[in-house]
């Protein structure tokens, strides 16, 4: 049940930023060593999620090591129109979007004429429909492909294609109307049925809005373009985060107090990669648990909605298979308390059963049979 493998691809046109903003996050890398992954291919940076819980239960318990949450990031090369007829990189770019489990969509919001746009003018809303369009199409020759092998499947008698078949024909008119399938309101039995598809406008998106310090932004001219845009995000109940990722990219190898001076000088006091690693979490249903003690205190990664024996799994398999109770108290109350000993007594470590659903920032003890 562990998510570590779960990763978010980074899309969007050419020029607007998408390897600038890769090579800030791949600088908050974690240690592979820690994490399941025996290839890390270049193009994929393991990311550290930052969560000061962390910082303050490793310094509660004296840990000699701290391992937070980690999320991986898989840079993706430029799409450019007419890239599900196999223009530019067209197939590869697509089969690449197909194996992430979210897209983050970075999108350019400043003028610089030094910067060319491949449309040779800056006009967000229109990038986003350009690179959107792409993947409904590439959606669409899926879907019809499918939708034909599912009648042959049906008058054999498959019933599991009956379901698949009437998720199919609830998506195909939405694509074929030019808008994504996650439009189609599908319930989640149909969500599941169709997820052989890997179809790329199912998966969540998170806009990244990258601005250019010092640069002509959109968000600041107010000449109607940005303004559009925040308009398309409010229908359409999108997600977006602002970052401006050149300047991240210089960053990345200044230590933090020379970051922090540096920050204050340019009065941009926010972090834009840690929220957009935060987001990324988010995007993908995922929370914390805690293990916390003298060896280590460490973030584990899990699906919303996992109950106990599931969580265990993510630390080892025994933990799920010979799963007998979990000890569980909020990593806060366990500070409250001082210390394991005062919160037992204080009646503030819970035990679970099977069915308990595991909340973001529980700390938790697993017993297990031998």
Same mark, same amino acid.
């Given at each position: ?81 007419? *890239? ?92 074929? *109307? ?5 439009? *189609? ?7 599941? *049925? ?177």
């Amino acid at each position: 049940m562990s998510s570590s493998a779960l990763s978010i691809g980074i899309v969007g046109l050419p020029n607007v930023g998408k390897s600038t903003l890769f090579s800030a996050l791949t600088k908050k890398s974690v240690l592979i060593a820690n994490y399941p992954f025996a290839t890390i291919d270049p193009a994929v940076g393991v990311v550290a999620v930052p969560d000061g819980r962390v910082d303050t239960l490793a310094a509660f318990s004296s840990s000699a090591k701290k391992i937070p949450a980690a999320v991986s990031f898989v840079d993706i090369a430029g799409l450019v129109k007419g *890239a599900s007829e196999g223009e530019g990189l067209g197939n590869q770019f697509l089969s690449h979007i197909r194996e992430v489990d979210a897209i983050a969509h970075v999108v350019r919001i400043f003028d610089n004429p030094e910067i060319t746009h491949v449309e040779s003018e800056v006009n967000p809303l229109r990038d986003i429909e350009t690179v959107t369009l792409e993947l409904v199409l590439a959606d669409l020759e899926t879907t019809n492909t499918r939708l034909h092998s599912l009648e042959r499947e049906i008058k054999r008698g498959d019933k599991e294609a009956l379901l698949e078949h009437q998720a199919a024909r609830k998506v195909h008119p939405i694509l074929a *109307a030019g808008q994504a399938a996650s439009l *189609a309101g599908l319930t989640p039995l149909e969500q599941e *049925a169709l997820s052989g598809l890997h179809l790329l406008t199912l998966k969540p998106v998170l806009y990244v809005l990258n601005r250019q310090s010092g640069g002509h932004n959109l968000d600041e001219s107010r000449d109607g373009r940005f303004e559009q845009l925040l308009e398309y995000f409010t229908q359409s109940s999108a997600t977006y985060i602002i970052v401006d990722a050149h300047l991240e990219h210089e960053l990345r190898e200044l230590h933090q107090e020379d970051k922090e001076v540096f920050r204050r000088e340019s009065e941009i006091f926010d972090d834009g990669i840690d929220a957009l690693i935060k987001a990324g979490y988010q995007l993908l249903s995922l929370i914390s648990f805690f293990t916390t003690g003298e060896d280590e205190t460490r973030a584990w990664t899990i699906p919303q909605g996992a109950n106990a024996p599931q969580a265990g799994a993510a630390i080892h398999s025994d933990f799920q298979d010979k799963f007998i109770r979990a000890e569980v108290i909020a990593w806060n109350t366990l500070l409250s308390a001082g210390s394991y000993a005062k919160a037992r007594e204080q009646g503030a470590i819970r035990t679970e059963g099977k069915e308990y659903i595991v909340k973001d920032g529980d700390v938790i003890v697993f017993l297990h049979s031998q």
